[in-house]
């Protein structure tokens, strides 16, 4: 296990207080980037040429944000990755720990870093989706990369850790026409803050069992709340539940590329029967 990350504060716990412990057309120009079906529109007017690294002052939101930006050889046509950092953090920590830069160039995905406001919690996964400045700066975000690069809208995904986990989880509710899908960690959701994503899609939900709890936040029963509440509404649902705590378990960078890689959004049926034998011993498809 990689060490705990910062926790979150105790004024958090009302948010997951209630939580109860539950069990496109192709393009045949030789050459030329794949055709992708269009991404949401930029609110802030003409996006700015973006760059590898850290991008600054990009509006959104009526504010001036940051994210840093890791671009494969090719990014035409490749594949999105949101990593959202925890409380405390900062971009390169959760690309650090993931181990995104080798992602990016093994297997040609674009990272997406993103740097939060300053608020409170990080992110704002307590907040009303309406005039959420996060939702729209992750829209913000994919719009621009798609107009400079014509990315992959079928290959669209988020994960987190701790805040970045909530906040990756509230990503799951409130933006599946965008995300392909998501993965977690040390996140999850109570019924006061549900509501039932447009669209089905698959999630892995990824915690430290009973003793990821922290500061008043029972991140174990926040896990088995969101996951049967996803699985209720149709979601396809794994669970890791390591052993852990309150952490990034060792072998996630692997098993979290191969749950994207494996769950683009034009695939026609679930590939998972079972979960293949690269994934870690524990994990799991809730019955």
Not at 133 to 162: K, N, P, W, Y
Not at 254 to 271: I, S
């Amino acid at each position: 296990m990689r060490p705990a990350q910062p926790l979150l504060l105790l004024t958090l716990a009302g948010f997951l207080s209630a939580c109860p412990s539950i069990g496109a057309d192709d393009d045949d120009t030789e050459g030329a980037t794949p055709a992708s079906r269009p991404g949401p529109e930029y609110s802030g007017g003409t996006c700015p040429t973006l760059e590898d690294g850290l991008n600054e002052d990009f509006a959104s939101a009526e504010l001036e944000r940051s994210f840093k930006l890791l671009l494969p050889d090719q990014p035409s046509g490749a594949p999105v990755l949101f990593a959202w950092h925890w409380l405390g953090g900062n971009a390169d920590a959760i690309v650090g720990a993931l181990d995104l830069e080798d992602r990016v160039e093994n297997e040609g995905v674009i990272v997406v870093s993103p740097v939060s406001s300053g608020s409170a919690f990080e992110w704002e996964f307590l907040s009303d989706p309406e005039d959420n400045i996060d939702l729209q700066f992750f829209e913000d975000m994919l719009s621009c990369i798609h107009e400079q690069f014509t990315v992959d809208m079928d290959r669209i995904f988020a994960t987190g850790m701790s805040a970045g986990g909530l906040w990756t989880s509230y990503l799951t509710i409130h933006e599946s026409e965008w995300l392909a899908a998501t993965a977690p960690l040390s996140g999850g959701a109570s019924e006061d803050v549900w509501i039932p994503p447009v669209r089905a899609m698959p999630v892995l939900l990824t915690w430290g069992g009973p003793t990821d709890f922290a500061v008043g936040l029972n991140f174990h029963a926040a896990n088995q709340t969101f996951s049967q509440l996803l699985r209720d509404r149709g979601s396809f649902v794994a669970e890791c539940e390591h052993t852990g705590g309150h952490a990034i378990p060792n072998e996630a960078s692997d098993y979290l590329w191969r749950w994207f890689e494996d769950h683009p959004m034009d695939t026609d049926a679930e590939p998972y029967e079972a979960l293949p034998e690269s994934y870690p011993a524990f994990c799991s498809i809730p019955d």
